[in-house]
């Protein structure tokens, strides 16, 4: 498979090639396996064949997902939702707090948060009640979420004293597990970035490096707007260090001197 069969894919889920150029090497290996199982010999049989069968689609976009994550990538951001975030949060909304992390791949992100929730209540005579929406369009990444057991490398920006705290290493074997502590108030669905949000109202969404990063901008577009109506006034959209909302926003604005810390005005 060539680039400009690549191209051809890409525009036919509506995914931005400049969003794939530089991870394309190992999602065109795995499209390529997925174009052998189903006997396809070129882009042209197997677009057809996609065409033909909302399964081979389905498994087809899976597979082009990039799903990068470790546990508090990006530090800055964690330190704020800490600090200044989950703080205002808890103050102004006593009785329930709803958050919705979108396209969650295996869960890293959705553990975090919980991690910086649980710390919150040792010095916290009460919380609102917590629940979380954790989403992603992949079956397979969903049921890594739901075990919660990770390589070393995706603990390597854990603090020390929430690695002792939260997580256990696996006797004779390189890998460690959560916390059962971590695994209460958190709903895993299977959802297509692109579909209407999960819940009516949230007062923090995640929507980090996938579907501003992957996406074609008339996407992306639609998507924002009802994720912005689905955000309480006073939530926070959370995107990517890297990342922009493709149009202008004046209810949402940055927060914190942070570009990707978005307040709903």
């Not at 389905?58 to 703080?87: A, G, M, Y």
């Not at 709803?98 to 396209?103: C, P, R």
């Not at 991690?115 to 009640?129: E, H, M, Q, R, T």
């Not at 007062?203 to 074609?216: A, D, K, V």
């Amino acid at each position: 498979m060539d680039d400009e069969q690549f191209r051809q894919l890409l525009q036919y889920l509506n995914l931005s090639w400049k969003g794939y150029r530089k991870v394309r090497k190992g999602v065109k290996k795995r499209i390529r396996r997925h174009m052998r199982q189903m006997g396809c010999q070129n882009m042209e049989a197997y677009l057809l064949e996609l065409e033909k069968s909302d399964e081979a689609k389905h498994e087809c976009e899976c597979l082009i997902t990039v799903s990068i994550s470790r546990f508090f990538r990006d530090q800055t951001l964690w330190e704020i939702l800490q600090k200044n975030v989950l703080p205002g949060l808890i103050e102004n909304h006593r009785d329930k707090i709803n958050i919705w992390l979108a396209g969650c791949a295996s869960g890293e992100e959705v553990y975090s948060l919980k991690i910086l929730w649980n710390d919150l209540a040792i010095s916290n005579d009460y919380l609102p009640k917590l629940e979380i929406i954790a989403t992603d369009m992949n079956p397979a990444c969903l049921e890594r979420a739901r075990a919660g057991i990770y390589s070393p490398s995706s603990l390597k920006e854990v603090p020390e004293h929430f690695r002792s705290l939260f997580f256990r290493a696996l006797p004779g074997k390189n890998l460690y597990a959560v916390d059962p502590s971590l695994k209460s108030n958190i709903i895993w669905q299977i959802h297509h970035l692109l579909n209407d949000p999960p819940k009516s109202l949230f007062h923090l969404i995640f929507l980090r490096n996938n579907l501003l990063t992957y996406y074609e901008d008339k996407l992306k577009k639609t998507a924002i707007i009802k994720i912005t109506e689905c955000l309480s006034l006073g939530g926070f959209l959370i995107i990517g260090s890297h990342e922009n909302l493709p149009f202008e926003t004046p209810d949402l604005l940055p927060s914190y001197s942070l570009s990707y810390v978005l307040k709903k005005g």
